[in-house]
């Protein structure tokens, strides 16, 4: 039986019974770690408990993430005979009346339902939205619709297809597909993704190694552990192919061990693919063998360094080492080894299905393919979209994120994370691909994007990833280990309103040292947080050290909690049972007040002020205590 | 921190026991200190040695390796565990004021656990769910969208778990002592 064959039969066995499943109504529930957050589990219950209460033959199934984080919990319903809907968020009482009113009667509960999943004559698709216009769906396409614990469903959405094309191919044509296709590499650098395995089949040296950088450091950034939940072997397949390409034996998947349900979703893909004969000796009958391993990392956002990965799994602290050699020649134990991000390697799978003349054709000339961006903040549509390379920030953030929160003032994008940078309001139009965004300072990084509204303070956030590298530092170079400890010093003192107008200077001169003296990209882009912020909102810096006021009222040492008078109400007094060191009291005249030296400025009082009050407010250059009006009731 | 009586034996066990299925390779030193971990919720010093024993090297590299990941801790964790993100959109919605609120009401820094070893609470650089910011896990269940009002709802449910625990307890034994 030759490999197509043998592929065909496991592919057709697994449509059989996909179809099979299809003529019963379906509910797939969206449980990856976003999901279950928001309850998904208690959701999957109430499903399962109705579905027998009503005696319902129908399929409930868990699913990965959407991507639509903003409306979890997620659920989907397939009934035939009606176009598959998608709900959320869904709480029990919802989840009850679909069950009561949709599955057991016919009622499609449009109310509840934010789109439909194909075209009909009754409700409008994702795609009629403008996040669905300007999205274009390639890695995440599948995740969320499929079971990432069944293969079956993969299979039948023609995966490992490539697979089974690449096994009959030369593997050195194999890179050229993706030499041709162009891919970078999405772990943030973008470096050639073919030219990189190019190197490391061209590498003397046996056994080699294929590596999968799972080790998502980057806090603000989700977009791997949700591919990982969602949809498994569309990695495991671009990994095989990977290793046909440079003839290599054995795989690892570095994946942290914060998250513990990808690491379970893994496993469980692996065994199945193992058991179909995807994985393991042999793949369909070929001469071609490869195991794949799973490595938990252990958190260190510098593990995502490629030589600091390949200590890790050796067993060492992961320190960087100097490069070249390059991993592809002198890597793991000292043989070739690649290493890709998952999202590089989920594009592979793709790129063989449908050739490099398709993937060329999204995005732009230097940078094909789509971009995967993990939207947080103060964003409404807040979840993970996959947009055409070229895309504008403010297309993403105004139509794909559907604008600001609260309508609040727009202040800025952080991308890239801690090593990205801040981009205001005038770079809206930039398009995002890894050239561009270098230009103006930031980094494509791995695909976090946090919209920062007026309320954000940019030096405190400056600070935040100051802070953060400072501590994720290895403390193997001494410009890294102790410059980045002297600018977070700098930065905490302009936040507690004690920094001076030299500061700005030495912060610009270490960072340029920083970034010269540091061996790995942690210590060359650790300064990109501050020198953007302070090219792009130096005013913000100067009103800290000059007026001792924080801009945004969010640094704490600037601000003081008031409550004013004329919107304070006589009747209510939520404000005093929120407070948790009773620091508000009621006056003489009923009203209430803040004693300003007990008050831990935690911001219970202006949550828990009513909507028709908002008496609480924040006053930034703080209050000196004897300017406050009326005085303390018990002076 | 001060071992319990019959705790060292109990770590000598569960080291041995893991040490049994794995490897002596220098790559086998991660998995087996997080099998470790996972087992009895943290380092002991004695269990470290042990591995160093076993896999014939310096006590101190396996000290360097499970102080230079996040991940290991040396001190045993408290009966509930709360860890607090603070990724960037955690950061920005509010986790600073969320970990205030926990260290004011426990009465502890991040990093510590309550003497009576009921909470510890660390911080985590990010779990993934930024969409729900500001989150925190407590005993691996992750809350979502969490404000200071609610850090005095988790801990207080742990609160009243316990009296209620107590209460059955105190019940049982006074049942206990009337069969007697």
Known sequence: MSIADKYDAIRIAAVEKIEKMKEKPHVLVGTATCGRAAGALTILDVFREEADKHQLDIIIDEVGCMGHCYAEPLVVIAKPGFPAMCYGPVDEGIAKRLVADFLVNDDPCYDFAIAALEPNDEFPTFEDFPRGVIENKIILADCGLIDPDDIDHYLARDGYAALAKVLEMEPYAVIEEIKSAKLRGRGGAGFPTGVKWERCFQAEGSPKYVICNADEGDPGAFMDRAILESNPHQLIEGLIIAAYAIQASTGYIYVRAEYPLAVARLRNAISQAREKGLLGDNILGSDFSFELIIFQGSGAFVCGEETALIASIEGKAGVPEHRPPYPATYGLYGKPTVINNVKTLSYVPHILRKGADWFRSIGTENSPGTAVFALAGKVVGTGLVEVPMGTTIRELVYDVGSGIKDDKMFKAVQIGGPSGGCLPESSLDLPIDFDSLQEAGAMMGSGGLVVLDEDDCMVEIARFFLDFTQKESCGKCTFCRLGTKQMLDILTDITQGKGSTEDLDILKDLAEDIKMGSLCSLGKTAPNPVLTTLSYFRDEYEAHINEGRCPALMCKDLISFVIIPEKCSKLCDVCIGSCPTEAIYTRPDMLKAIYLDKCVKCNNCMVACPPQYKAVIKVSPPIVEENVEGGRADE | ?180
Do not use: W
């Open chain 2, 1 to 180: 921190m001060e071992l319990l009586p019959g705790e060292l034996e109990q770590i000598q066990r569960d080291t041995a026991e893991i040490l049994q299925h794995h490897g002596t390779e220098r790559q086998e030193l991660i998995p087996i200190i997080q099998e470790i971990q996972e087992k009895l919720g943290y380092l002991p010093k004695p269990a470290m040695e042990q591995v160093a024993r076993a896999l014939d090297i310096p006590e101190v590299d396996v000290y360097s390796v499970a102080t230079f990941y996040n991940q290991f801790r040396l001190n045993p964790p408290g009966k509930h565990q709360i860890k607090v993100c603070m990724g960037t959109a955690c950061h920005m919605m509010g986790g600073h004021i969320v970990m205030d609120s926990f260290e004011r009401r426990l009465e502890i820094k991040e990093g510590e656990t309550t003497p009576d070893r009921e909470f510890s609470l660390e911080r985590v650089a990010c779990v993934g769910c930024c969409a729900l910011a500001p989150v925190v896990v407590v005993d691996e269940k992750v809350e979502a969208k969490v404000s200071p009002i609610r850090v005095d709802g988790i801990l207080l449910t742990f609160e009243i778990e316990k009296s209620e625990q107590e209460k059955e307890q105190e019940k049982e034994q006074q049942e206990g002592g009337t069969e007697e």
